[in-house]
């Protein structure tokens, strides 16, 4: 018998310390392949959130990076403009991306940085708790919206791929998720291609993956699939919103 | 033949995999705790996997090593 499926050589023998069911794991898994299937694990550098994957420094074998929050993008716009030949990546959640780091994300995108960021979108602050996000959905009962997100006063939430796609200096914006086998490998070819993009000179290149947070959501992991694939996905469509080879398709 | 196996250190028991499985042969063994205190994932009738990868493409801690 021969080995179909292992752990990829680019993540380390850490255990991760994210919640039992967490996506964070899968997305990590997915980014690793992205780093080894392409051959870059020796000049990625990687640049770490603030939020539940702060640690993510423990998980990659490459070089990372630990940013202030919300400035990961502008910490991967330095590393990329000093050291051009290695390729950097961002990973950061909704809380840090489309939240303190709304400026960073906005301006690094319209600037067209030749970077990859993985935004993880799972509609509530994870780490801190469980507090509304800025990508929380409308009525969505977080521990600072008891009653549910109100949006006569909390207005309604960021679509991030849908905004980003508009700029001129955004290459490739896509949105996927991670809930069944099929979605899983649909992340993995949209994140390795973000990768090539970079590789390639491209430009911008964002997936963000619509992810669970079943401690947070007050669910079990499966049954936070459920509620990702009824709730976030109408809201969220998944899909391409940007492929400077394809043109915008949405 | 095909085989799966199972990081117990690393498994959290979230139920991903048994979620994942088309066959439905993967199963949380209730009679034992991992260190972590998790009931680890079990392939429970290991003569009927055909090694798709389904449970290790699901599992969050990359804890899944498929043979085929």
Redesign the interface.
């Known amino acids: ?8 050589s680019t ?1 380390t023998d850490a ?2 310390h ?9 997305v990590h ?1 997915l980014v690793a392949q992205a780093l080894e299937e392409l051959g870059v694990e020796g000049k990625a550098v990687g640049v770490a959130s603030v939020g539940c994957s702060v640690m993510c420094y423990d998980y990659f074998t490459c070089d990372m990076v630990q940013a202030p929050h919300g400035r990961a993008q502008a910490v991967a716009t330095g590393l990329k403009r000093a050291r051009p030949d290695n390729v950097i990546f961002t990973y950061q959640g909704d809380g840090d991306l489309a939240a303190i780091g709304t400026a960073e994300t906005v301006h690094a995108a319209t600037r067209g940085e030749n970077i990859t960021v993985i935004f993880i979108n799972n509609a509530i602050y994870g780490m801190t708790g469980g507090q509304m996000a800025p990508t929380s959905l409308p009525g969505q009962i977080t521990q600072t919206t008891p009653y549910g997100r109100d949006t006569n006063t909390a207005g309604y939430p960021v679509r991030v791929c849908e905004m980003l796609s508009t700029l001129s200096g955004v290459a490739f914006a896509q949105r996927v998720t991670v809930d ?2 099929k979605n ?2 649909i992340a993995r070819k949209a994140i390795k291609k973000a990768f090539q993009n970079q590789i390639e000179g491209k430009g911008y290149s964002i997936v963000e993956v619509l992810s669970t947070c ?1 401690t947070n959501w007050g669910l ?3 049954e936070a ?1 459920k509620w990702l694939e009824d709730n976030m996905i109408p809201y969220y469509p998944l899909g391409v919103y940007k492929d400077v080879e394809e043109g915008v398709k949405k | 033949m095909a085989k799966i196996i199972v990081d117990e250190k690393v498994c959290k028991g979230c139920g991903m995999c048994v979620h994942a499985c088309p066959l439905k042969i993967i199963a949380l063994d209730k009679s034992r705790l991992n260190a972590k205190g998790y009931h680890p994932a079990k392939l429970m009738e290991p003569e009927k996997c055909v090694g798709c990868a389904s449970c290790a493409t699901m599992c969050p801690d990359t804890a899944i090593t498929v043979e085929r």
């Open positions: 018998m021969a080995i179909v499926f292992q752990k990829p993540l255990p991760m994210y919640c039992p069911g967490c996506t964070h794991g899968i898994r069944n086998v899983v490998n079943p079990s992991p499966v699939l």
